[in-house]
């Protein structure tokens, strides 16, 4: 199994951004993970900051970007997307997909604590953001 993530990059405050996390070697059971989004800054822990349920009916979000960032999926891709808005210099970080199975879609993704219980992560993709 593989999560690629994609879309990082160097953009100015207030800018948009959309990254990307494409699923390989799970084939339909992918409709059984919750994917989350998450975050780590230059000496900070990994941080969760969103999550979206197989089915898409349930989203999850960090206070931090609450209103500013929105994640969804495309199970026919096996691809789930951080649209990422109104950005500023403390959204620098690498970013990171991951996926937890959970199809009884249960798992309380906002309350989450490192160490973070996922099945599986990708490599990460950076984003910063200049002011």
């Known amino acids: 199994v593989q999560l690629q993530a994609s879309g990082g990059g160097l953009v100015q405050a207030g800018a948009s951004l959309r990254l990307a996390c494409v699923v390989s070697g799970l084939g339909r059971t ?12 230059p000496g900070k822990e990994r941080e969760f900051i969103a999550a979206i349920d197989w089915s898409s009916t349930a989203r999850f979000y ?17 691809t789930v997307t951080l649209e990422m808005n109104s950005v500023n210099r403390d959204d620098t970080a ?38």
């Open 62 to 78: 960090a206070d931090s970007v609450q209103g500013r960032f929105s994640v969804s999926r495309d199970n026919a891709k096996n």
């Open 30 to 41: 992918f409709n059984n993970y919750g994917m989350g989004w998450f975050r780590q800054a």
């Open 94 to 131: 690498v970013y990171f997909c991951a996926a937890k199975m959970d199809f009884a879609a249960t798992y309380r993704w906002d309350r989450a604590q490192p160490p973070y219980d996922m099945d599986y992560w990708g490599k990460g993709t950076q984003v910063t953001v200049s002011s």
